[in-house]
């Protein structure tokens, strides 16, 4: 997948910088992602990309906001636990 200016942004900051240098290719196959062997890096890559017609910024903090919601009811089940 051809990489947008909100991937880009979390490819740079995420995990530390951990798949900065993946900011240096124009593209980032699937495969690719996978390898990385974090699943929620890629789910972000995913959500984030233009092929999941994720058009624009507002879009783009809609979808992590609604997955930080999801991610904190998770949390609050386990807690609960």
Partial sequence: ????????????TYGGGDYAYL?????????????????LFEFLMIELSDQEDCEDQEEA???VT??????D??????EAL
Wanted: one cysteine or more; proline letters at 0%.
């Fill in 23 to 39: 900011t240096e290719q124009a593209a980032v196959s699937h495969e690719e992602l996978a390898d990385c062997g974090d699943t």
């Fill in 1 to 12: 997948m051809i990489l947008n200016d909100w991937q880009r942004a979390i490819i740079r």
């Fill in 66 to 71: 609604q997955a930080r919601d999801q991610l």
């Fill in 73 to 78: 009811a998770a949390i609050a089940v386990l």
């Fill in 61 to 63: 903090i809609r979808r």
